[in-house]
C-alpha cells in the first residue's frame, strides 16, 4: 500500500530534549515536506526537499533540521525543543508536479 | 503576510444542498491551485486542482473554479453529503505544480447535517 509513515503518533518531552521524527514513504517520491498545523495558523511549511541531499527552508524553519540522505526517508530533528514547538506536525511527499500525500500526523507536546 | 486566505472558518450546510468554500490569494505569481479536505486525526488528502491556464476544473460532485483577475477560486460540492464534513484546506504554488513551497490557507470547517 502506498504511504507515508510518521513515527511516533504521539510524543510529549521536555523542553531542551532532543529529539526526532520520522518520516518514509514507498512510493520513491522525489519531493518531501514537513508542515505543522497550528489552530487558526492552519499548515505551515517548515523544511522541504526536491531530492536526496537537497534540502531548503519553508516559511518556518527556526529550531527545526532536517536531512535528506536517502530518498524514502525525511527526519525532522528538533535539537532543544521548546513549548513554542509543541504541534501538529505532518510530512508529506509526492512526485514533482503532482499533489501531495499526507502522513497521519504526529503530535508533539513540548512541556 | 497571508498570501492565501480562506476567511470563513466554519461553514454549516443541509444534506443535499451545495457547499461553497472561498478562497483568496495575494501572489499573482501562483499558477496551481489545489484543495485538501482532512478528517480528525488523519492527514489531509488530495481532493481537487486547477492550473492558472483553466477557470474550471470538475470532478464528480466536485468542482473548483479560479476567478484570476479577483485572485479568487470557490470549492463547490453539489450536492452534500454527510461524510463531506471535514476541513477543507486552499493551497497555491508558483513552481507550476512542482511544489517547492506550496502555500495553505488556514481551512475551512464543513459540516453536512443530515
Known amino acids: 500500500e502506498a504511504q507515508v509513515t510518521q513515527n511516533p503518533r504521539y510524543l510529549i518531552t521536555v523542553t531542551g530534549k532532543k529529539l526526532t521524527v520520522t518520516c518514509s514513504q514507498n512510493?520513491?517520491?522525489?519531493?518531501m515536506s514537513w508542515y505543522r498545523q497550528d489552530p487558526g495558523l492552519g499548515l505551515r511549511q517548515i523544511y522541504y526537499s526536491m531530492n536526496v541531499e537537497v534540502t531548503d527552508k519553508g516559511d518556518v524553519p527556526e529550531g527545526y533540521k532536517v536531512s535528506r540522505k536517502e530518498k524514502r526517508n525525511f527526519p525532522l530533528i528538533l535539537e532543544s525543543p521548546s513549548p513554542n514547538q509543541t504541534s501538529l506536525y505532518f510530512c508529506?511527499?509526492?512526485?514533482?508536479?503532482?499533489?501531495?500525500?499526507f502522513g497521519n500526523g504526529t503530535r508533539l507536546t513540548v512541556t | 503576510d497571508q498570501q492565501v486566505k480562506q476567511n470563513s472558518p466554519s461553514l454549516s450546510v443541509q444534506e443535499g444542498r451545495i457547499s461553497i468554500l472561498n478562497c483568496d490569494y495575494t501572489?499573482?505569481?501562483?499558477?496551481?491551485f489545489l484543495w485538501y479536505k482532512k478528517y480528525p486525526a488523519e492527514g489531509p488528502t488530495f481532493l481537487i486542482s486547477i492550473s492558472s491556464i483553466k477557470d474550471k476544473n470538475e470532478d464528480g460532485r466536485f468542482t473548483v473554479f479560479l476567478n484570476k483577475s479577483a485572485k479568487h477560486l470557490s470549492l463547490h460540492i453539489v450536492p452534500s453529503q454527510p461524510g463531506d464534513s471535514a476541513v477543507y484546506f486552499c493551497a497555491a504554488s508558483d513552481y507550476g505544480g512542482s511544489q517547492g513551497n506550496l502555500i495553505f490557507g488556514k481551512g475551512t470547517k464543513l459540516s453536512v447535517k443530515p
Open positions: 512510493m520513491n517520491h522525489e519531493y
Open positions: 501572489n499573482s505569481m501562483f499558477d496551481y
Open positions: 508529506a511527499s509526492s512526485f514533482r508536479g503532482s499533489p501531495l500525500h
